[in-house]
């Protein structure tokens, strides 16, 4: 049974940084790509950043580029989004999210997802 556990999440004020993790197990993901999402209140859930497990490419929603770094750690099965130079407007629900074959920013395609961990950013 494969499982995404986020955490990390938290508050921090306006211009400083998280690092949120996503554990993921209950299968090799040798061949997956791992991603990022966000939800704010009264939107839709969109792409934040991307991983491909093997090689390591890596993709950003340009509202992001910069200032958040998406990571792997293959001995620990687990994938990093640190978040830098964070903005009121990055507040939203964070959610891990696994698929195989090729990189989407397509939410609807990815096959498992963790339940999500807060990420506040006051101003």
């Known amino acids: 049974q494969v499982q995404l556990v986020e955490s990390g999440g938290g508050l921090v004020q306006a211009g400083g940084s998280l690092r949120l993790s996503c554990a993921a197990s209950g299968r090799t993901f040798s061949s997956y790509v791992m991603a990022w999402f966000r939800q704010a209140p009264g939107q839709e859930r969109e792409f934040v950043a991307a991983i491909r497990w093997s090689g390591g490419s890596t993709y950003y929603a340009d509202s992001v580029k910069g200032r958040f770094t998406i990571s792997r750690d293959n001995a620990k099965n687990t994938v990093y989004l640190q978040m830098n130079s964070l903005k009121p407007e990055d507040t939203a629900v964070y959610y891990c999210?696994?698929?195989?074959?090729?990189?989407?920013?397509?939410?609807?395609?990815?096959?498992?997802w963790g339940q999500g961990t807060q990420v506040t950013v006051s101003s």
């Open positions: 999210a696994a698929r195989g074959g090729y990189y989407s920013r397509n939410e609807h395609v990815y096959d498992y």
